[in-house]
């Protein structure tokens, strides 16, 4: 009986699900039909005709001329694009802001991770009984604070050795990237 039940449940949403698609298809099949008739009424048409050589000359010509304007003003705005829109910073510039950045990674890390022990610690008892999170997983540390913040004993601890290691390493590829610049 319960299992009849959950069939005919089962069954009715197939039944709503396919109902909505094929609704769907029908009224885009409607929305493209409809543009196709209302291009084709009211496309305007022109029966404009040449009939003399003369005035198929004068058309012949001012279309080369507008052509020869046209491929000279893209021509201006490639050059115009190329040199007036190229932002070249310098290669002090990029360093600076990739050691900025990367700083700035480890410390936002460690304060979000000293704020969060904070909040354990004033939880209590009512930590431990809480729904589980995502910042209390250690893979999340591992991935957010680049395994500068570990969990351990229910706590997280800066790793120092890791904060060094990306120091030592961000200098490293500091001075293989300048080497490259010069």
């Known amino acids: 009986m319960i299992k009849d039940l959950i069939y005919l449940k089962v069954l009715v949403r197939m039944k709503k699900g396919l109902l909505f698609v094929l609704a769907y298809g029908v009224i885009i099949l409607l929305l493209i039909g409809i ?8 496309v305007p048409t022109t029966n404009v005709s040449i009939d003399n050589n003369k005035e198929k000359s004068e058309f012949t010509q001012s279309f080369k001329e507008a052509l020869r304007e046209d491929k000279e003003r893209t021509e201006k705005k490639k050059l115009e694009e190329n040199n ?5 910073p310098s290669p002090t510039f990029i360093l600076v802001a990739v ?3 990367a700083v700035a990674d480890i410390v936002i890390v460690i304060l979000w991770a ?3 022990n904070r909040k354990n610690q004033d939880m209590g ?4 009984q809480r729904k589980k999170r995502i910042t209390d997983s250690t893979i999340f540390w ?3 604070g680049l395994g500068v913040v570990q969990k351990r004993h229910e706590k997280l601890v800066v790793d120092w050795r890791y904060v060094i290691a990306y120091i030592v390493i961000g200098f490293a590829l500091k001075f293989w990237i300048s080497k490259d610049f010069v």
């Not at 007036?84 to 070249?88: D, I, L, T």
């Not at 008892?125 to 431990?128: C, D, F």
């Open 142 to 144: 591992w991935i957010i």
């Open 99 to 101: 050691s900025v950045g």
């Open 84 to 88: 007036n829109n190229r932002w070249n």
């Open 114 to 116: 000293r704020h969060e």
């Open 125 to 128: 008892l009512e930590s431990r």
């Open 35 to 42: 543009g196709f008739f209302y291009s084709k009424l009211f």
